[in-house]
């Protein structure tokens, strides 16, 4: 099985299992239910995105409060991948400043947490749908969409950032 697709699998059980949070996406309460500590600091950089630790007891997850709640959604979601698949490796830690970042890792929180919130089943549909009115039909668009672009509609729905949608697009465009 290739990588994306066993991915998207884990995925899949992963919001199987806890669909509270993709659901209500209240982050505070859903760590606290599931013994996970959760702490939200103002780095200096908005590039800073957040760190997991995974403990014997209770993980650790650090999210920048600098960043919009879309982002730092995200950005829970990403290191929840990592407490969660990457739970059996040597690293303890993850974080998005470390520069000994292991890229398949990344890889793995980035693109997992793209599909737990856009999942490309229901992603792909809307996009083609919502392509086809914004190419063929600019007047329909208009009265329904206004000058929002096919990029804010989307990430309209899904309740994510425009960045986000963007990659989607990238990494589901093959």
Same mark, same amino acid.
């Given at each position: 099985?290739?990588?994306?697709?066993?991915?998207?699998?884990?995925?899949? #059980?992963?919001?199987?299992?806890?669909?509270t949070?993709?659901?209500?996406?209240?982050?505070?309460?859903?760590?606290?239910?599931?013994?996970?500590?959760?702490?939200?600091?103002?780095?200096?950089?908005? #590039?800073?995105?957040?760190?997991?630790?995974?403990?014997?007891?209770?993980?650790?997850?650090?999210?920048?409060?600098?960043?919009?709640?879309?982002?730092?959604?995200?950005d829970?979601?990403?290191?929840?991948?990592?407490?969660?698949?990457?739970r059996?490796?040597?690293?303890?830690?993850f974080?998005?400043?470390?520069?000994?970042?292991n890229?398949?890792?990344?890889?793995?929180?980035?693109?997992?947490?793209?599909?737990?919130?856009?999942?490309?089943?229901?992603?792909i549909?809307?996009?083609?749908?919502?392509?086809?009115?914004?190419?063929?039909?600019?007047?329909?668009?208009?009265?329904?969409? #206004?000058?929002?672009?096919i990029?804010?509609?989307?990430?309209?729905?899904?309740?994510?950032?425009?960045?986000?949608?963007?990659?989607?697009?990238?990494?589901?465009?093959?």
């Open positions: 099985m290739n990588a994306k697709a066993s991915l998207y699998q884990f995925i899949e #059980g992963l919001r199987n299992q806890y669909p949070i993709y659901y209500d996406r209240d982050i505070e309460s859903f760590c606290n239910k599931n013994n996970i500590a959760l702490f939200v600091k103002e780095f200096d950089s908005n #590039g800073i995105c957040g760190a997991a630790c995974i403990g014997k007891n209770c993980d650790t997850i650090i999210l920048n409060g600098k960043r919009t709640q879309k982002e730092m959604f995200f829970f979601i990403h290191e929840f991948i990592h407490t969660r698949k990457h059996q490796k040597d690293i303890r830690e974080a998005c400043f470390d520069k000994k970042q890229s398949f890792l990344e890889w793995e929180a980035n693109e997992g947490a793209a599909e737990f919130l856009v999942r490309f089943k229901l992603f549909p809307t996009f083609c749908e919502l392509y086809e009115i914004y190419t063929n039909n600019p007047d329909e668009w208009k009265l329904k969409f #206004g000058t929002r672009s990029i804010q509609e989307l990430a309209n729905r899904f309740n994510v950032t425009d960045m986000i949608v963007l990659n989607r697009i990238k990494n589901l465009s093959y």
